[in-house]
Protein backbone atom coordinates (compact mmCIF):
# COMPACT_ATOMS: atom_id res chain seq x y z
CA UNK A 1 0.00 0.00 0.00
CA UNK A 2 1.59 3.18 -0.77
CA UNK A 3 1.66 5.91 1.56
CA UNK A 4 0.24 9.02 0.00
CA UNK A 5 2.01 12.37 1.43
CA UNK A 6 -0.52 15.06 0.66
CA UNK A 7 1.31 18.36 0.69
CA UNK A 8 -0.21 21.86 1.14
CA UNK A 9 0.93 25.14 0.38
CA UNK A 10 -1.41 27.70 0.97
CA UNK A 11 -1.67 31.56 2.26
CA UNK A 12 -3.99 33.52 3.54
CA UNK A 13 -4.65 35.18 0.03
CA UNK A 14 -5.95 31.34 -1.49
CA UNK A 15 -7.74 31.04 1.50
CA UNK A 16 -9.18 34.45 0.44
CA UNK A 17 -9.50 33.22 -3.35
CA UNK A 18 -11.51 30.42 -2.17
CA UNK A 19 -14.22 32.39 0.25
CA UNK A 20 -14.94 34.86 -2.28
CA UNK A 21 -14.23 33.61 -6.00
CA UNK A 22 -16.21 31.62 -7.58
CA UNK A 23 -14.72 28.09 -8.59
CA UNK A 24 -14.47 28.28 -12.44
CA UNK A 25 -13.78 31.21 -14.49
CA UNK A 26 -15.95 33.54 -15.94
CA UNK A 27 -17.57 32.46 -18.90
CA UNK A 28 -16.14 34.08 -22.02
CA UNK A 29 -17.92 37.96 -21.79
CA UNK A 30 -17.68 40.14 -24.52
CA UNK A 31 -14.48 40.94 -25.73
CA UNK A 32 -14.98 44.85 -24.67
CA UNK A 33 -16.54 45.46 -22.14
CA UNK A 34 -16.68 48.94 -20.38
CA UNK A 35 -17.58 49.37 -16.52
CA UNK A 36 -18.12 51.72 -14.41
CA UNK A 37 -17.04 51.47 -11.24
CA UNK A 38 -18.73 52.59 -7.62
CA UNK A 39 -17.91 55.07 -5.80
CA UNK A 40 -16.76 54.44 -2.74
CA UNK A 41 -19.28 55.20 0.61
CA UNK A 42 -17.86 58.53 1.25
CA UNK A 43 -18.89 61.65 2.52
CA UNK A 44 -18.52 63.39 -1.08
CA UNK A 45 -17.90 60.43 -3.33
CA UNK A 46 -16.37 61.07 -6.61
CA UNK A 47 -18.23 60.80 -9.57
CA UNK A 48 -17.71 58.47 -11.87
CA UNK A 49 -16.29 60.68 -14.51
CA UNK A 50 -14.29 62.22 -12.16
CA UNK A 51 -12.12 59.17 -11.84
CA UNK A 52 -9.54 58.38 -13.91
CA UNK A 53 -10.02 56.09 -16.94
CA UNK A 54 -7.93 53.11 -17.20
CA UNK A 55 -7.59 50.65 -20.16
CA UNK A 56 -7.12 47.12 -19.21
CA UNK A 57 -6.19 43.82 -21.24
CA UNK A 58 -6.35 40.38 -20.44
CA UNK A 59 -4.43 38.24 -22.81
CA UNK A 60 -6.96 35.82 -22.74
CA UNK A 61 -10.27 35.39 -20.12
CA UNK A 62 -10.38 31.90 -20.50
CA UNK A 63 -7.08 31.10 -18.56
CA UNK A 64 -7.82 29.79 -15.04
CA UNK A 65 -5.61 32.05 -12.75
CA UNK A 66 -5.64 35.40 -15.40
CA UNK A 67 -9.47 34.99 -14.60
CA UNK A 68 -8.39 35.82 -10.54
CA UNK A 69 -5.69 38.52 -11.59
CA UNK A 70 -9.07 40.01 -13.46
CA UNK A 71 -11.29 39.76 -10.72
CA UNK A 72 -8.61 41.15 -8.23
CA UNK A 73 -8.24 44.43 -10.30
CA UNK A 74 -11.61 44.79 -10.84
CA UNK A 75 -12.60 45.08 -6.91
CA UNK A 76 -9.18 46.74 -6.80
CA UNK A 77 -10.21 49.99 -9.04
CA UNK A 78 -13.82 50.10 -7.29
CA UNK A 79 -13.98 54.23 -6.33
CA UNK A 80 -10.65 54.96 -7.41
CA UNK A 81 -10.87 54.57 -11.33
CA UNK A 82 -13.42 53.46 -14.38
CA UNK A 83 -11.51 50.62 -16.03
CA UNK A 84 -12.24 49.25 -19.60
CA UNK A 85 -11.74 46.15 -19.96
CA UNK A 86 -10.40 43.99 -22.94
CA UNK A 87 -10.71 40.05 -23.59
CA UNK A 88 -7.46 40.05 -25.92
CA UNK A 89 -8.74 36.00 -26.40
CA UNK A 90 -4.62 35.28 -27.48
CA UNK A 91 -4.32 37.55 -30.30
CA UNK A 92 -1.78 39.87 -30.28
CA UNK A 93 -3.04 42.04 -33.51
CA UNK A 94 -6.14 42.03 -31.51
CA UNK A 95 -4.88 43.33 -28.90
CA UNK A 96 -3.39 46.16 -30.43
CA UNK A 97 -6.37 47.11 -32.02
CA UNK A 98 -8.06 47.09 -28.38
CA UNK A 99 -4.88 49.23 -27.27
CA UNK A 100 -5.36 51.49 -30.08
CA UNK A 101 -8.90 51.85 -29.41
CA UNK A 102 -8.33 52.85 -26.00
CA UNK A 103 -6.17 55.55 -27.19
CA UNK A 104 -8.99 57.07 -29.19
CA UNK A 105 -11.15 57.02 -25.96
CA UNK A 106 -8.63 59.14 -24.22
CA UNK A 107 -7.18 56.57 -21.36
CA UNK A 108 -5.19 57.95 -19.46
CA UNK A 109 -3.22 54.79 -18.24
CA UNK A 110 -2.72 51.23 -19.39
CA UNK A 111 -2.55 48.29 -17.76
CA UNK A 112 -1.90 45.53 -20.43
CA UNK A 113 -1.15 41.52 -20.10
CA UNK A 114 0.40 41.10 -23.50
CA UNK A 115 -0.69 38.04 -25.46
CA UNK A 116 3.12 37.61 -26.96
CA UNK A 117 5.42 38.64 -24.16
CA UNK A 118 8.00 40.05 -27.03
CA UNK A 119 5.24 42.37 -28.02
CA UNK A 120 6.11 44.88 -25.28
CA UNK A 121 8.31 47.54 -27.11
CA UNK A 122 5.74 47.64 -29.94
CA UNK A 123 2.58 48.35 -27.28
CA UNK A 124 5.15 50.99 -25.45
CA UNK A 125 5.81 52.67 -29.01
CA UNK A 126 1.84 53.83 -28.98
CA UNK A 127 1.69 54.48 -25.76
CA UNK A 128 4.55 56.88 -26.17
CA UNK A 129 3.28 58.32 -29.32
CA UNK A 130 0.34 59.00 -27.27
CA UNK A 131 1.78 60.39 -24.67
CA UNK A 132 0.65 58.08 -21.50
CA UNK A 133 1.85 55.37 -19.03
CA UNK A 134 1.77 51.82 -19.42
CA UNK A 135 1.38 49.10 -16.85
CA UNK A 136 2.56 45.50 -18.07
CA UNK A 137 1.29 42.96 -15.60
CA UNK A 138 1.67 39.08 -15.55
CA UNK A 139 4.01 38.73 -18.77
CA UNK A 140 7.33 39.99 -18.68
CA UNK A 141 9.06 41.34 -21.55
CA UNK A 142 12.03 38.67 -21.60
CA UNK A 143 14.59 41.68 -21.60
CA UNK A 144 13.36 43.48 -19.08
CA UNK A 145 10.96 46.43 -19.02
CA UNK A 146 13.77 48.54 -18.84
CA UNK A 147 14.52 47.82 -22.50
CA UNK A 148 11.14 48.26 -24.05
CA UNK A 149 12.22 51.73 -25.04
CA UNK A 150 9.99 54.05 -22.77
CA UNK A 151 10.93 55.75 -19.51
CA UNK A 152 6.79 55.34 -18.71
CA UNK A 153 6.74 51.38 -18.94
CA UNK A 154 6.62 49.38 -15.82
CA UNK A 155 6.06 46.02 -15.36
CA UNK A 156 3.87 43.74 -12.15
CA UNK A 157 4.29 40.41 -11.70
CA UNK A 158 6.32 37.95 -9.80
CA UNK A 159 10.33 36.98 -9.63
CA UNK A 160 9.90 33.89 -12.02
CA UNK A 161 12.40 31.68 -10.86
CA UNK A 162 10.67 31.99 -7.47
CA UNK A 163 7.60 28.99 -8.23
CA UNK A 164 10.28 27.00 -9.77
CA UNK A 165 12.74 26.75 -6.69
CA UNK A 166 9.91 26.46 -4.50
CA UNK A 167 7.73 23.69 -6.64
CA UNK A 168 10.90 21.62 -6.32
CA UNK A 169 11.63 21.95 -2.47
CA UNK A 170 8.07 20.52 -2.16
CA UNK A 171 8.73 17.56 -4.76
CA UNK A 172 12.30 17.27 -2.92
CA UNK A 173 10.91 16.85 0.24
CA UNK A 174 7.78 15.08 -0.85
CA UNK A 175 9.72 12.63 -2.49
CA UNK A 176 12.34 11.75 0.22
CA UNK A 177 9.49 11.38 2.66
CA UNK A 178 7.98 8.86 0.42
CA UNK A 179 10.47 5.78 -0.72
CA UNK A 180 7.62 4.42 -2.44
CA UNK A 181 7.17 7.04 -5.21
CA UNK A 182 10.57 5.36 -6.86
CA UNK A 183 8.42 2.63 -8.18
CA UNK A 184 11.22 0.80 -10.44
CA UNK A 185 13.38 1.07 -7.02
CA UNK A 186 16.54 2.90 -9.18
CA UNK A 187 16.98 5.74 -7.28
CA UNK A 188 16.04 8.47 -9.42
CA UNK A 189 12.90 10.47 -10.04
CA UNK A 190 11.50 9.57 -13.67
CA UNK A 191 9.22 12.68 -14.40
CA UNK A 192 7.23 14.07 -17.22
CA UNK A 193 6.90 17.73 -17.73
CA UNK A 194 3.76 19.98 -18.72
CA UNK A 195 4.95 23.77 -20.07
CA UNK A 196 3.26 26.90 -20.12
CA UNK A 197 3.67 28.91 -23.36
CA UNK A 198 7.44 29.41 -24.58
CA UNK A 199 8.84 32.60 -24.47
CA UNK A 200 7.04 33.01 -21.02
CA UNK A 201 9.69 34.09 -18.84
CA UNK A 202 7.11 32.56 -15.89
CA UNK A 203 7.60 28.96 -18.17
CA UNK A 204 10.89 28.84 -19.17
CA UNK A 205 12.23 29.56 -15.59
CA UNK A 206 9.91 27.67 -13.70
CA UNK A 207 10.65 24.64 -16.19
CA UNK A 208 14.18 24.83 -15.21
CA UNK A 209 14.61 25.92 -11.75
CA UNK A 210 11.85 23.21 -10.25
CA UNK A 211 14.10 20.07 -11.86
CA UNK A 212 17.66 22.13 -11.16
CA UNK A 213 16.32 22.33 -7.39
CA UNK A 214 15.44 18.72 -7.23
CA UNK A 215 18.79 17.49 -8.54
CA UNK A 216 20.70 20.16 -6.03
CA UNK A 217 18.70 18.18 -3.07
CA UNK A 218 20.73 15.11 -4.07
CA UNK A 219 17.72 13.41 -6.33
CA UNK A 220 18.77 12.33 -9.77
CA UNK A 221 16.36 12.50 -12.41
CA UNK A 222 15.30 11.25 -15.94
CA UNK A 223 13.29 13.23 -17.92
CA UNK A 224 10.68 10.78 -19.71
CA UNK A 225 8.63 13.89 -21.87
CA UNK A 226 8.45 17.59 -21.89
CA UNK A 227 6.41 19.89 -23.97
CA UNK A 228 4.19 22.85 -23.84
CA UNK A 229 0.51 22.66 -22.53
CA UNK A 230 0.11 26.55 -23.25
CA UNK A 231 -1.32 27.10 -19.40
CA UNK A 232 -4.23 24.89 -20.71
CA UNK A 233 -6.34 22.00 -18.93
CA UNK A 234 -7.65 21.12 -21.87
CA UNK A 235 -4.02 20.24 -23.55
CA UNK A 236 -2.62 19.06 -20.04
CA UNK A 237 -5.19 15.95 -20.38
CA UNK A 238 -4.10 15.49 -23.91
CA UNK A 239 -0.96 14.98 -23.57
CA UNK A 240 -0.73 12.93 -20.30
CA UNK A 241 -3.27 10.48 -22.25
CA UNK A 242 -0.83 10.34 -24.64
CA UNK A 243 2.57 10.14 -22.38
CA UNK A 244 0.34 7.62 -20.10
CA UNK A 245 -0.10 5.48 -23.82
CA UNK A 246 3.82 5.98 -24.52
CA UNK A 247 5.63 5.57 -20.80
CA UNK A 248 2.72 4.32 -18.68
CA UNK A 249 4.15 3.02 -14.80
CA UNK A 250 7.66 4.23 -15.80
CA UNK A 251 6.32 7.90 -14.94
CA UNK A 252 6.83 8.76 -11.31
CA UNK A 253 6.34 12.37 -11.11
CA UNK A 254 4.31 14.63 -13.34
CA UNK A 255 5.57 18.81 -13.20
CA UNK A 256 3.19 20.79 -14.17
CA UNK A 257 4.80 25.10 -15.08
CA UNK A 258 0.15 25.67 -13.75
CA UNK A 259 -2.11 24.49 -12.24
CA UNK A 260 -4.46 24.35 -15.12
CA UNK A 261 -2.50 21.78 -16.95
CA UNK A 262 -2.47 19.74 -13.85
CA UNK A 263 -5.94 19.87 -13.51
CA UNK A 264 -5.69 18.10 -17.17
CA UNK A 265 -3.28 15.41 -16.14
CA UNK A 266 -5.11 14.42 -13.07
CA UNK A 267 -8.42 14.15 -15.16
CA UNK A 268 -6.35 11.67 -17.23
CA UNK A 269 -4.76 9.84 -14.45
CA UNK A 270 -8.14 9.06 -13.18
CA UNK A 271 -9.16 8.01 -16.23
CA UNK A 272 -5.99 5.68 -16.18
CA UNK A 273 -7.50 4.01 -12.60
CA UNK A 274 -5.00 6.48 -10.62
CA UNK A 275 -6.18 7.58 -7.53
CA UNK A 276 -8.29 4.62 -6.74
CA UNK A 277 -6.83 1.43 -4.42
CA UNK A 278 -3.06 2.49 -4.19
CA UNK A 279 -2.67 3.17 -7.76
CA UNK A 280 -1.25 6.99 -7.14
CA UNK A 281 0.99 9.36 -9.03
CA UNK A 282 2.54 12.85 -7.63
CA UNK A 283 1.67 15.89 -9.74
CA UNK A 284 2.73 19.29 -8.60
CA UNK A 285 1.82 22.90 -9.77
CA UNK A 286 1.89 26.62 -9.40
CA UNK A 287 -0.51 28.87 -8.44
CA UNK A 288 -3.23 27.65 -6.06
CA UNK A 289 -6.06 28.00 -7.68
CA UNK A 290 -9.40 26.79 -5.75
CA UNK A 291 -9.82 23.49 -7.86
CA UNK A 292 -6.24 22.74 -6.87
CA UNK A 293 -6.21 23.20 -3.73
CA UNK A 294 -9.39 21.24 -3.69
CA UNK A 295 -6.92 18.08 -5.32
CA UNK A 296 -4.91 18.19 -2.82
CA UNK A 297 -7.04 18.24 0.65
CA UNK A 298 -8.13 14.95 -1.42
CA UNK A 299 -4.60 13.30 -2.21
CA UNK A 300 -4.66 13.88 -5.75
CA UNK A 301 -2.39 16.25 -5.84
CA UNK A 302 0.65 16.49 -4.20
CA UNK A 303 1.54 19.88 -3.68
CA UNK A 304 1.21 23.53 -5.25
CA UNK A 305 2.68 26.96 -5.03
CA UNK A 306 0.68 30.28 -4.31
CA UNK A 307 1.23 32.65 -7.25
CA UNK A 308 -0.77 35.64 -6.19
CA UNK A 309 -3.06 36.87 -7.99
CA UNK A 310 -4.50 39.30 -5.16
CA UNK A 311 -1.54 41.40 -4.99
CA UNK A 312 -0.80 41.26 -8.25
CA UNK A 313 -3.66 42.52 -9.60
CA UNK A 314 -4.06 45.38 -6.85
CA UNK A 315 -0.39 46.41 -7.68
CA UNK A 316 -1.27 46.74 -11.18
CA UNK A 317 -4.37 48.76 -10.56
CA UNK A 318 -2.73 51.04 -7.69
CA UNK A 319 0.63 51.66 -10.30
CA UNK A 320 -1.98 52.60 -13.27
CA UNK A 321 -3.89 54.92 -11.22
CA UNK A 322 -1.00 56.79 -9.56
CA UNK A 323 0.75 56.88 -12.99
CA UNK A 324 -2.40 58.18 -14.47
CA UNK A 325 -2.66 60.85 -12.15
CA UNK A 326 0.88 61.71 -12.64
CA UNK A 327 1.98 61.04 -9.93
CA UNK A 328 4.73 58.69 -8.49
CA UNK A 329 3.76 55.55 -9.69
CA UNK A 330 4.49 53.80 -6.05
CA UNK A 331 3.17 56.71 -4.20
CA UNK A 332 1.21 55.58 -1.16
CA UNK A 333 1.53 51.92 -1.98
CA UNK A 334 4.48 49.72 0.04
CA UNK A 335 5.38 48.04 -3.21
CA UNK A 336 8.89 48.34 -4.32
CA UNK A 337 10.37 48.64 -7.68
CA UNK A 338 13.72 46.46 -8.87
CA UNK A 339 16.58 48.30 -11.41
CA UNK A 340 13.91 46.83 -14.29
CA UNK A 341 11.56 48.86 -13.24
CA UNK A 342 9.25 45.80 -11.96
CA UNK A 343 7.01 45.05 -8.45
CA UNK A 344 7.66 41.39 -7.84
CA UNK A 345 5.06 40.28 -5.84
CA UNK A 346 6.45 37.23 -3.73
CA UNK A 347 5.05 33.70 -4.27
CA UNK A 348 4.08 32.73 -0.78
CA UNK A 349 4.64 29.32 0.69
CA UNK A 350 2.57 28.57 3.90
CA UNK A 351 2.62 24.94 4.79
CA UNK A 352 -0.65 22.91 6.23
C1 LIG B 1 0.36 31.56 -14.21
C2 LIG B 1 -0.38 30.72 -15.21
C3 LIG B 1 -1.00 31.62 -16.25
C4 LIG B 1 0.03 32.52 -16.88
C5 LIG B 1 -0.60 33.47 -17.87
C6 LIG B 1 1.37 32.44 -14.94
O1 LIG B 1 2.05 33.24 -14.01
O2 LIG B 1 1.02 30.73 -13.28
O3 LIG B 1 -1.37 29.95 -14.60
O4 LIG B 1 -1.62 30.81 -17.25
O5 LIG B 1 0.70 33.24 -15.87
O6 LIG B 1 0.35 34.35 -18.41
CA1 LIG C 1 12.76 5.83 -10.34
Known amino acids: MKKIFSFLLIGTMALGMTACSPSKPAAAAPAESAKTEAAAPEAAPAA ?40 SQNDQAKQNDQVDAMIAKGVKALAINLVDPGAAPAIADKAKAAGIPVIFFNKEYPEGTDKVGYDSAWYVGTSSAEAGVIQGELMADAWKANASWDTNGDGK ?122 NQGRATIEL ?33
Not at 193 to 210: N, Q, V, W, Y
Not at 256 to 274: S, T
Not at 320 to 337: F, M, P, Q, R, Y
Not at 338 to 343: E, G, I
Open 189 to 310: MQYVMLMGEPGHPDAEARTKESIATVEASGIGVQELAKQTGMWDAAKGKELMETWLAAHGEKIEMVVCNNDGMALGAVEALKAAGYFTGDKFMPVVGVDAIPEALDLISKGQMAGTVLNDAD
Open 48 to 87: AEELPLIGVTIYKYDDNFMSFVRQNIEKAAEGKAQLIMND
Open 320 to 352: AINAALGKDVLEGTSWVLDATRAVRVPYVAVTK
